[in-house]
């Protein structure tokens, strides 16, 4: 293997390049200092080469053997894909061993070297100068030699660059392009192709930003007199970097470096940076990442910050950000989704809940505007559950209506963000667009639409009552101690006249069995009045039976919840994506948000903006715009999901 690789390097710079060019390729790969020997050999052949160009092209001996990496003497892929650290343990490309320096010796001579003079002397001068990285993703090897007779040389050294900055820096000379020339076909040899020239990736991912605010339906809704308190709200799963380390099969496809947390970090934090969201929701934190570098960078950038780790030995959670320039807090409330006892609520997802008051410029004066309530969650994954997946919605959606509820019985506007891990049109995710779910008898894996599993012979049904009484929710997500109405403090003072109303009904008339028997006291039964009626025969040794709930299997809520996103890129024709789950595009991420109904058609509720009007969007991409970036994570995008944002425009009223 090793002798056809020499061969094969050799062969091709032979033919494809000028003397002055062909330096130690061989070094080139192990990353070492050549022994005596070996670079004595190689000057040699340098320098009988350069004794039979014509005097006109003399060429400067080499003092030190040098390299060139260039994107026409290595593919592309197997460029990106190699640190320096690999070549030089690559057993494909060990020093020379004694034998394969016989075979130098024996290429050096006869017909090849024949052949490589003539084609020199037909090149003109001003191209025997080559420069390394034509292609704008090539690995570029910074020089540390001297230029030697026009080409960009290295010094052959043990190289410590870091190999994410070598694979995926951009090539800075890119004027000259080598000279592509004839070579001499070689049998069994592997063809060199150049790097075909891509597209940065800034422009492959590039994102539109689609401003909602001039479209007629939300001018008509929107008066001139009417002022809007603007804002951004950001959705986000970073992708915590332990569950990267736990599920590597899902990322073969990604060069190990882009997997790197210290290569992911700067990536993430710019990029919400760039985007500059006023409340930040983000999904998969890393507990010790957290505490150690996203909340102290965020509190610099001027967020206030409360996160949630996931329960039991889970390392991940949920954060919510705000700016404290812009809203201040008023309630906040962690909700855990795990019960013990409760096969339907066993797992360690978590959310978050908290009502905000926006802060309004000073020079508004007197004017007010609503508090606004921001959610977010991240749902269980697994496909199969969708029994979970729903209870756990559901006590999200109870803990938003006892958060979100005013004293009038109405709610503040509600701003719902995460990883639902449903697709859109799922049973889940019109159950929280449309309010309104039967459940009863359905499969638990159509709940989320990730997956089919309909060729399961006995899959698992969804049955009435979802969960039980004792978890203290009602089928409307609501909580049954904020359903009762609340009893009266003190006692009760009633008039003599209302009293007398009762002097004659059945328990008036019947003698306690523990009351004292006085003769003429006690013992005397009221007259009642023949119009009276009488006294229901008494049932005996019979307890009363509780009074149970009919189970109807249909859940419920109130909150009137749009999605931001269409779920639809009308200019592609293609569905929007979220994360690319083993090269498969999907949506699972969303930002829902209150909405006024306006009516209810085919089984979907349409909705217009309320006090809350959606102003614009981030646009998503589609899933084949995804793979030419070769999926998610890639070096320009560092999570393998999309970040959300929208911005919304709240209406302040006078007091």
């Known amino acids: 293997m090793t002798d056809a690789f020499s061969t094969c390097q050799k062969n091709v710079l032979l033919a494809k390049s000028p003397s002055t060019q062909i330096e130690g390729v061989f070094a080139a790969t192990t990353g070492r200092l050549v022994p005596e020997e070996q670079e004595a050999l190689l000057q040699q052949w340098l320098k009988e080469e350069v004794e039979n160009l014509p005097a006109s092209e003399s060429v400067p001996a080499a003092r030190k053997v040098s390299v060139t990496l260039t994107s026409a003497w290595l593919e592309g892929s197997e460029l990106l894909m190699t640190s320096l650290s690999d070549l030089n343990t690559s057993p494909e490309v060990t020093q020379c061993a004694d034998q394969q320096l016989l075979e130098l010796n024996t290429l050096a001579s006869s017909e090849l070297q024949d052949h490589a003079v003539a084609e020199l002397a037909r090149l003109p001068a001003e191209e025997t100068a080559t420069v390394a990285g034509s292609a704008p993703w090539a690995a570029v090897v910074p020089q540390t030699d001297h230029q030697t ?43 060199f192709y150049p790097v075909p020239t891509e597209v940065p990736y800034h422009e492959i991912l590039w994102r539109d930003w689609e401003d909602l605010s001039v479209q007629p339906c939300v001018l008509e809704q929107v008066s001139k007199n009417t002022s809007l308190f603007e804002f951004r709200v950001m ?49 998969e934190v890393q507990e010790n990442h957290y505490w150690e570098q996203l909340e102290p960078t965020f509190k610099e950038m001027g967020f206030a910050c409360f996160y949630k780790r996931r329960t039991g030995t889970k390392t991940d959670g949920c954060a919510v950000c705000y700016k404290h320039s812009r809203f201040q807090l008023i309630s906040l409330s962690p909700v855990e989704y795990f019960r013990p006892g409760l096969d339907v609520l066993n797992r360690d997802n978590v959310g978050l809940v908290l009502l905000l008051q926006p802060v309004l410029p000073e020079e508004l004066g007197l004017k007010a505007v609503s508090p606004l309530c921001v959610a977010n969650t991240h749902v269980l ?110 006692r009760r003072e009633y008039s003599r006249d209302f009293l007398l109303q009762f002097r004659f009904c059945d328990v008036a008339c019947e003698r306690p069995p523990q009351l004292v028997l006085l003769e003429g006291v006690t013992d005397a039964k009221p007259d009642r009045p023949a119009h009276w009626p009488k006294p229901a025969a008494m049932v005996k040794d019979r307890d009363p039976q509780p009074f149970i709930p009919r189970c109807s299997g249909v859940i419920q809520h109130g909150l009137n919840l749009t999605s931001v996103y269409s779920h639809f890129l009308p200019h592609r024709g293609r569905p929007e994506v979220t994360t690319m789950p083993m090269g498969l595009g999907a949506t699972v991420d969303y930002i829902f948000y209150s909405a006024e109904p306006v009516e209810d058609k085919a089984g979907r509720r349409l909705y217009k903006d309320g006090a809350l009007k959606l102003l614009g969007r981030l646009s998503l991409l589609s899933e084949d715009v995804l793979l030419m970036a070769n999926g998610l994570p890639n070096p320009f995008c560092s999570s393998d999901h999309l970040c959300l944002l929208a911005s919304f425009g709240l209406e302040i009223s006078s007091l």
């Open 149 to 191: 007779a026009g080409c960009a040389g290295i010094n052959v050294e043990v190289l410590n660059d870091d190999p994410a900055v070598l694979a995926w820096s951009l090539a800075c000379d890119a004027e000259t392009v080598p000279p592509v020339l004839p070579g001499q076909p070689i049998q069994d040899a592997v063809p």
């Open 235 to 283: 959705s986000y799963n970073i992708l915590a970097q332990d569950l990267v380390e736990q599920g590597l099969d899902l990322y073969v496809h990604c060069h190990p470096d882009i997997l790197n947390w210290n290569y992911r970090l700067p990536n993430l934090l710019q990029e919400i940076q760039h985007w500059d969201p006023d409340v930040l929701c983000l999904q």
């Open 381 to 490: 994954f697994n496909p199969r559950r969708g029994d979970i997946k729903l209870a756990q919605v559901a006590l999200l959606l109870a803990e938003i209506d006892k958060i979100a509820r005013t004293t009038e019985g109405s709610y503040y506007p509600v701003i719902l963000c995460g990883d639902l891990n449903s697709v859109p049109d799922s049973p889940l995710y019109k159950f929280i667009r449309n309010g309104e779910l039967s459940y009863h008898g359905m499969p638990a894996w159509k709940v989320s639409g990730q997956e089919n599993f309909s060729q399961q012979l006995y899959p698992r049904k969804l049955q009435a009552p979802l969960w039980p009484s004792s978890l203290g929710v009602t089928d409307k997500c609501q909580y049954v101690a904020l359903c009762q109405p609340k009893k009266l403090a003190g």
